[in-house]
């Protein structure tokens, strides 16, 4: 029984470790999602794009109806 | 005895579930969103050198003057000026990034992840280092 919990202690001690490991990791793909939020805004190529696609600007819902089949 | 371990497995999927949370770095603190400011502000001057070709993104994340004869005489002081100051607000860039999540040794590899980025996103008509340090036109 002991052997059990000491087998279990020392899993824990890998997992542990391993955690470890995962933050000392550079994030690669979270460091390049950063990297085009922050160039996106210093170069200002989102502002643009944004009100097309989001809030939706008063011409465009209209032209959008237009080529609607109704 | 048995519930011990069972305990036990529940707490090593705690940690196991705990190192698979950290998703976003951070990047809204007030250092990196100055230097953000400054740099935003700066773009407009330097979009026009960068068009010109006069400009050129390196491939180590920073800004160099690749060719001054493209800038007029009296222009050419200011561009190495804004040149120096963008390279200078970079640097902070990278180093508060990697400051503000707790890993001052990222710097580099944040670095190397911007300059590919910057380089990816640049419009056509820049130019922009190759991998060799060459420098080609988008």
Not at chain 1, 23 to 52: C, G, H, R, S, T
Not at chain 2, 55 to 62: A, H, K, Q
Request: charged content about 20%.
């Amino acid at each position: 029984m002991q052997k059990r919990l000491v087998g279990s202690l020392v899993a824990i001690g890998f997992i542990m470790a391993g955690c470890v490991t995962i933050n000392i990791y550079f994030p690669a793909a979270a460091a390049e999602k950063a990297a085009d939020k922050i160039i996106d805004e210093v170069w200002q190529l989102k502002p643009d794009a944004k009100p097309d696609t989001k809030s939706g600007k008063p011409a465009n819902p209209a032209a959008e109806n237009k080529g609607d089949v109704k | 005895m048995k519930h011990m371990t069972k305990l036990l497995w529940v707490v090593l999927f705690m940690f196991a579930g705990s190192a698979s949370a950290a998703a976003d770095l951070e990047v809204n603190t007030p250092a990196i969103a100055a230097v953000k400011a400054s740099m935003q502000a700066r773009h407009n001057s330097l979009s026009t050198y960068y068009a010109s070709g006069a400009v050129g993104l390196t491939r180590d994340g920073n800004v160099a003057v690749r060719d001054a004869s493209l800038v007029p005489l009296a222009a050419r002081q200011s561009v190495n000026g804004l040149v120096a100051d963008e390279n200078r607000d970079r640097a902070a860039l990278y180093r508060e990034i990697a400051q503000a999540n707790g890993h001052p040794e990222w710097e580099a590899e944040v670095r190397s992840t911007f300059a590919q980025r910057w380089i990816d996103k640049a419009a056509s008509g820049w130019w922009v280092q190759n991998a060799g340090g060459a420098w080609v036109k988008k």
